[in-house]
Every structure is written in structure tokens, then in C-alpha cells.
């Protein structure tokens, strides 16, 4: 009986031993959830702040050189070359007579016409005076009247036909090609010649989306070629194609004058600087302080000892930077590193 109490006694002690053992690690476990809430983890980032500087714009493109004008030269005759007066390479002026079809055949149609004009004239004239004394008719009267404009309309017509016989530079510049030589029969619209006129020279480039925002038609560019080291030309933006191609790019063209003692040929490749600065001052980011993509773009910003999730507009790249359109201020102080353990509202230490 007394061996049956004595192991009771023992499983008793047993059983207050391990409550007593769990109500302590219960007290320490609550002890440390105290100490762990009072002592909230901070994590730690790197943080710069939001900075304000003037904005430049960079943008430097190729392209190749073309004449500000090219001009065909077409025979408006149909007849053979009686005479050319220029060869390749001639500088040619603006109305200067640069080739004469033979008008042999048209001359004698002119006589012809001319002759029959003056006999219908004197018909007409005959015929109204005989119709003042009731010696003709109207409708004979009419009919030489009508008879008499058509032959004036047909003379007027041949001798603009000799007239057109002389073909004459459209424009100034240096003729570029050469296609008939004297004797050779031509047709009305046949092409005789090219003049370029390189006294101007344009110069065409491709700009993207974000560029071609950023530049204007009137704007100053610079302009540099291998052909000529150092040497600097300035050119002007004429014009900017108002919609992009397939590849959405804009087409941009400079105007720049070719200058005597540094001549240029058209198909020179050329160097085109359209970097300025703006006199407009913007708000710049490090790019790593983006959380997502520059399309939807937010950013943690530091206040206090907490990082605050926050939605931005952004605008054009500046390399390591991006611009800050909407939704920070000078000043404020955005974290660059150790977003991805963040959420909005969490504690943070900044490390130096």
C-alpha cells in the first residue's frame, strides 16, 4: 500500500514539474514578444535626395548630305537638239538657255498660219461691210469670225511651241547630268539634264519618340564631318515629319548653307549635334529608385524613420537619371537600394 502511494507522489511531482517548466517558458516566450514589439526591426536602405538642375539636351545623329534642290531639266518640244550650250559640271544660272530644238518645221506651220489669219482678217471685214449694205449674211459673217479665231488660236499656240524650243534652267546650281547630245531627236517631256543647286544643302536624320519631343523647326544644330576635322557648320531644323514611320521614327531635316572655303558634296556623311541647354531646370532621380517600370512608376520616399510608398509621373532619360514630372519635390529624400524587403509604412534605417 505505502509502494502504491509513493509512486502517486512521484507521477504528482512529475506533473507539477513539467507545468511549473511550461508556465516559465510561456512568461519568458511572452517576455521576449514584448521585448521583440518594443524593439520593432528597422531595416536598412540607401537613400539620396530629389535634386534640382538645368536641363540638356543631348542627341547627336548621322546623316548624309543632298542638295536643298535637284532639278530635271525637260524639253517641252518635240524636235532634234539643234544646239546644247553646257557640259557636266557647268555652273548654270536660273532662266539661262541650256539647249534650243530645231524649230525649222514649226517656223514654215507659223507662216502657214500667219497667212491664213490675215486672209481670214480680210474676209471678215470684206463680209461685215457687205452685211451693213444687205449684200451677206450673219451666219456667213459668223462663220468667218469663228473661222478667224481658230486660225489666231493656232498661230498662238505654234509660236509658244517655238518659244518652249528654247529649254532654260529651272533653277541655279551645276548641272549634274547629261542625257542627249546635239542632234539627237526628242520627244515633249523627255529629260535632258539635272541641275543641283548646292549653294544650300540638307541634311536628314531619324529621331525617336522621346527625341523628336525634345527638338523644334527654327532650332540651331551642329553640324561636323570627317571631310573637314574641326571645322564646325551651323545648320537650321526646317522641318520635322509630323507622324513616325514603321519603325516610329520621325524625320527630321536641316538646312545648312555650303560655305566657299569648306565646300560640300552631296552624300558627305555628317555629324548632327542638336545637344542645348534649356534654361529650364528639372527634378532628377537615380533610375535604381524606381520600384517598377518607368511606364508606372512609384518610388519609396523617406519620412521620418519610414518609407512611404509613392506613385510618380516620369519624363525624359538622363543615362543613370530619369525625370520626375509629377509627384516629388526638391528636397525630398527618395531610398536607391533595399526596396525589395520594404512594404508602405515600413521602418527604416538609413546607412551611410
Known amino acids: 500500500m505505502k509502494k502504491k502511494h509513493i509512486i502517486i507522489i512521484i507521477i504528482v511531482a512529475i506533473i507539477g514539474l513539467i507545468v511549473i517548466t511550461l508556465i516559465s517558458n510561456k512568461n519568458e516566450l511572452d517576455h521576449n514578444k514584448e521585448k521583440t514589439k518594443a524593439e520593432a526591426i528597422h531595416i536598412p536602405v540607401t537613400a539620396v535626395p530629389v535634386k534640382e538642375q538645368e536641363r540638356e539636351i543631348s542627341i547627336l545623329k548621322t546623316g548624309a548630305l543632298a542638295p536643298f534642290k535637284e ?132 541634311v536628314q536624320v531619324n529621331l525617336t519618340e522621346s527625341e523628336v519631343y525634345q527638338v523644334a523647326v527654327g532650332q540651331q544644330v551642329k553640324l561636323t564631318t570627317d571631310v573637314y576635322p574641326g571645322k564646325e557648320f551651323s545648320g537650321t531644323i526646317y522641318y520635322i515629319s509630323p507622324q513616325a514611320d514603321q519603325s516610329h521614327n520621325y524625320r527630321v531635316e536641316i538646312i545648312a548653307a555650303n560655305v566657299k572655303d569648306a565646300p560640300l558634296r552631296s552624300g558627305t556623311f555628317i555629324n548632327a549635334d542638336f545637344s542645348r541647354k534649356t534654361h529650364q531646370n528639372i527634378l532628377l532621380i537615380p533610375r535604381e529608385a524606381l520600384t517598377e517600370s518607368a511606364r508606372d512608376a512609384s518610388v519609396y520616399v523617406v519620412s521620418g524613420n519610414k518609407a512611404v510608398l509613392r506613385q510618380i509621373t516620369t519624363g525624359a532619360d538622363y543615362g543613370n537619371s530619369i525625370q520626375v514630372l509629377k509627384g516629388l519635390e526638391k528636397g525630398e529624400v527618395v531610398i536607391t537600394s533595399g526596396q525589395i524587403n520594404l512594404r508602405d509604412g515600413a521602418l527604416i534605417s538609413i546607412s551611410k
Open 71 to 202: 532639278a530635271k531639266v525637260i524639253s517641252v518640244a518635240s524636235g532634234n537638239v539643234q544646239r546644247l550650250s553646257f557640259n557636266l559640271g557647268d555652273n548654270v544660272e536660273e532662266g539661262q538657255i541650256l539647249a534650243v530644238i530645231d524649230t525649222k518645221l514649226l517656223q514654215l506651220d507659223l507662216q502657214r498660219s500667219e497667212s491664213n489669219v490675215a486672209k481670214l482678217r480680210r474676209d471678215l471685214q470684206t463680209y461685215t461691210e457687205l452685211l451693213e449694205g444687205n449684200a451677206a449674211t450673219q451666219e456667213k459673217v459668223n462663220e468667218i469670225r469663228q473661222n478667224y479665231q481658230v486660225a489666231v488660236n493656232e498661230a498662238q499656240q505654234i509660236r509658244r511651241q517655238i518659244t518652249d524650243a528654247s529649254i532654260k534652267a529651272p533653277t541655279t546650281g551645276v548641272v549634274g547630268s547629261k542625257l542627249v547630245e546635239e542632234g539627237v531627236y526628242v520627244t515633249a517631256g523627255s529629260e535632258i539634264a539635272s541641275v543641283v543647286n548646292l549653294s544650300q544643302l540638307k
